[in-house]
């Protein structure tokens, strides 16, 4: 796994799939972290799970995934790079990400479609790059996923969109209200909100599944299954 940066301040963490040769059109799936900003141990957990998989795995060092921008978390990046990000924070994901997936291109070959996937906080980016870029989504697979509506300003109606399947736990401690805070929604109205939100912009192929015995989790094994499921339609 090794850190890359385009030409935006975002850096990110890649892994190329073993037996991956000069040449090669791979797709990527792109895995957002949550609040705990662990965002290696994300692309790991991703990249372990990949299997024989031909899937590049980027893990973007996102700033819309967290409350706090604790610097010692983000140690990437300088104090006036967070202060500006922390301004439009979807804005600085967005734009990062795409920089990163056109270095990926530029770098490895990749395609330039892409899955993704947001755990938790990580939520945010990965709605915001469905609906702002849905022709390049492969598959948009949220788990456990946070829902504020970010970045839905920017979308354009589709006819149909990709794929969506939203995972949740069944075991959340955030299943219904944030923290047990009955002021704060959790995971399962903002997952209704998103919902929605999806289909009044006419994503037409949305599906939700709770998983039995998961807790707050971000599913990598069960988001490349449904990954697998998608791309055997195509």
Not at 54 to 64: E, K, M, R, T
Not at 74 to 80: G, N
Not at 99 to 127: K, P
Not at 185 to 206: R, S, W
Request: glycine share 12%; with cysteine.
């Amino acid at each position: 796994v090794a850190l890359v940066r385009g030409k935006h301040a975002m850096v990110g963490w890649l892994s190329i799939p073993k037996g991956w040769k000069k040449g090669e059109k791979l797709p990527v799936l792109v895995t957002v972290e949550g609040a705990g900003c662990g965002f290696l141990g994300r692309a790991r957990d991703a990249a372990g799970t990949r299997g024989s998989r031909g899937f590049l795995v980027l893990a973007p060092c996102s700033l819309s995934n967290t409350n706090a921008l604790e610097e010692a978390k983000y140690p990437w990046y300088t104090k006036e790079q967070l202060d500006e990000g922390a301004r439009d924070r979807i804005r600085f994901d967005v734009e990062g990400l795409l920089a990163l997936l056109e270095l990926v291109q530029q770098r490895y070959g990749a395609s330039d479609r892409f899955a993704i996937t947001g755990f938790s906080g990580g939520g945010n980016l990965c709605y915001a790059m469905t609906v702002i870029h849905p022709q390049r989504v492969i598959a948009s697979v949220p788990a456990c996923a946070n829902f504020t509506g970010a970045g839905f300003a920017d979308a354009q109606q589709v006819e149909g969109g990709p794929p969506v399947r939203i995972l949740t736990g069944e075991k959340d401690e955030h299943r219904d209200f944030t923290f047990g805070n009955k002021d704060m929604p959790g995971i399962e109205p903002q997952t209704d909100n998103a919902v929605k939100a999806l289909e009044g912009l006419g994503f037409k192929d949305v599906t939700r599944e709770m998983l039995k015995g998961v807790g707050h989790s971000a599913c990598a094994a069960q988001v490349w299954e449904r990954i697998d499921a998608v791309s055997a339609r195509r």
